[in-house]
């Protein structure tokens, strides 16, 4: 399945195959996950490989939404998304806006201003600099990690997209 979902976003190669491919959250949601979790779901509190997807139980005042997971280990048992953990999860911004911020950035070879993301996107200029300072960090926390032998499955992605436009 996440292969499949990779395969789909090289394929992205027109605006138009971009809104088709980002079309609804749910979708993006996949598609995400598919990146972040190659490898299977992974707890970002404790690393643990098991988990449940809990959406549409009962939490207590709410119902469990959809991408909401919950740690499988009896000393863990953390719940979290598909961008728990990640620069991703301080903004409220939909996810589509985040694929399509990523999508833009590797197809641009010296990187968008965020004036023109802002343009791009339809979001505020103080919003879309936080969305490329939040990639950028993602790009920061790869070079880290590969300078200490590691690489995240997600970040990996994101150099295998730019070696291969
Ligand atoms: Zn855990």
């Not at 449940?52 to 740690?71: F, P, S, V």
């Not at 960090?137 to 970040?155: K, N």
């Amino acid at each position: 399945m996440s292969e499949m979902m990779l395969a789909t976003l090289s394929n992205i190669r027109t605006v138009e195959d971009m809104v088709a491919a980002f079309r609804d959250e749910e979708h993006c949601r996949h598609l995400l996950e598919g990146m972040v979790w190659r490898d299977g779901r992974v707890c970002p509190a404790c690393g643990y490989k098991r988990s449940i997807a809990i959406a549409g139980r009962d939490m207590g005042k709410r119902r469990a939404r959809a991408g909401l997971y919950q740690c499988s280990s009896g000393d863990c048992r953390f719940q979290f998304t598909v961008t728990t953990h990640t620069p991703m999860h301080a903004t409220k911004l939909p996810l589509r806006v985040w694929l399509k911020a990523m999508w833009l950035l590797l197809q641009s070879d010296k990187g968008l201003s965020s004036v023109r993301l802002a343009e791009v996107l339809g979001v505020s200029q103080p919003t879309a600099w936080r969305i490329g300072h939040a990639l950028r960090l993602m790009v920061v926390a790869r070079a880290y990690a590969r300078r200490h032998g590691r690489s995240g499955p997600f970040l990996s992605w994101l150099k295998a997209q730019k070696a291969c436009p």
